[in-house]
């Protein structure tokens, strides 16, 4: 879908954070963020196939995001309350080879710019329709409080889900960072969360002490064996000693699912 250059850098007019995942039949699936030239304004998330390696594509994409149920963070340079770094929609796309199922993550604002949730849409017809958005970043059964962002997914050849995000449940000034983990044992049907840091860490200390930037992506790969979540961590910033503050990526490795979940 080329750039509508006649929305003069507003409305949807750029195409932002794409994600490829293959099926087990060859097919090509991508899922994407509609968003303005001018700013970080995200308009719809996305999805597109092709059957065919690539060459061709589905004649309009489809729009996953239903009416009333999501909603982009209103800040136009995608920030977050409390503090300076960017937090861009990024999107995640898993496919079960299992059940054939696709999941789909994002960042929720429909609750506000300081309740930022991650939610899951499924597809069980290959793309063409999709659920109801469902928040998998829980606490207690409900939303967890505060923002969460950076999501990632992954699925197992068994057919399990498992997303990773950044998280600021445990800071109740919604500022420092740690890191959880949902996974679904049943087609992503209801979700169990996992803190895998050990330890929060202060954004601020970041990126030369300024705190605009800690990178915006994390990543999980995951088999029926183990799991490699990796997510950018500043708990090691000493300016004291660098000056400048540091992040540095970070993985838990989960053995044979042994960490206890918790919802």
């Known amino acids: ?38 700013t970080s304004l995200d308009h719809g998330l ?14 309009e994409p489809v729009r996953v995001n239903k009416p009333g149920q999501w909603a982009d963070n209103p800040n136009p340079d995608d920030l977050i309350p409390n503090t300076k770094f960017r937090a861009p929609n990024t999107v995640s796309l898993a496919y079960s080879p299992k059940t ?16 930022g949730n991650i939610d899951v849409s499924l597809s069980h017809d290959g793309g063409k329709t999709w659920s109801d958005a469902q928040t998998i970043s ?25 997303a990773i995000w950044l998280d600021r449940r445990q800071d109740p000034s919604n500022h420092d960072i740690g890191t959880f983990e949902a996974r679904s044992t049943d087609d992503g049907n209801t979700w169990k969360n996992m803190n895998i840091s050990t330890t929060t860490w202060n954004p601020d200390l970041g990126f030369f002490k300024s705190g605009a930037f800690i990178g915006d992506y994390s990543g999980i790969a995951a088999n029926d064996s183990v799991t490699y979540p990796t997510w950018t961590d ?10 400048i503050g540091e992040t540095d990526v970070f993985t838990d490795v989960e053995i044979s699912r042994t960490a206890t979940a918790q919802q």
């Open 100 to 115: 054939s199922t696709l999941a789909y993550v994002y960042t929720n604002y429909i609750s506000g710019r300081g309740k």
């Open 138 to 162: 829980l606490q207690g059964g409900a939303p967890a409080p505060n923002n969460q962002f950076f999501p990632w997914i992954a699925a197992t050849p068994s057919g399990d889900f498992v």
């Open 234 to 243: 500043g708990r090691n910033s000493n300016i004291a000693n660098t000056g």
């Open 1 to 38: 879908m080329p750039d509508d250059f006649g929305d003069d850098g507003v409305g949807p007019s750029a195409n932002q954070f794409s994600v490829p995942v293959v099926q087990t039949n060859g097919h090509l699936d991508i899922a994407y963020v509609l968003e303005e030239c001018n």
């Open 46 to 59: 996305r999805f597109q196939r092709s059957k065919d390696g690539g060459t061709s594509f589905l004649k």
